[in-house]
């Protein structure tokens, strides 16, 4: 058994499903026809906190140091 969380569009073949994992459910991310998978919900929710922490903090670095490629863009 499935549940789809972010289905994929026209403009990204993204989806996000739950699925029953014996004891919990568990999460895949599926990327065109690669897949990543979590063993529990917590597991993906706590990878994409810290990966949305990460992004945040190098946006911020960015706005007062930006590196060299984002330089010669200017």
């Not at 990327?31 to 529990?40: A, G, L, R, S, V």
């Not at 903090?57 to 706005?63: C, F, L, N, P, Y």
């Amino acid at each position: 058994m499935t549940r789809e969380i972010i289905n994929p569009t026209k403009k990204q073949d993204i989806s996000v499903i739950t699925f029953w994992n014996k004891k919990t459910e568990g999460v895949q991310l599926t990327i065109n026809d690669k897949y990543i998978f979590f063993p529990t919900r917590e597991n993906a929710i706590n990878f994409f906190i810290k990966a949305t922490e990460k992004l945040e903090a190098q946006i911020k670095q960015d706005k007062t140091n930006p590196p060299w490629w984002q330089e010669i863009q200017k």
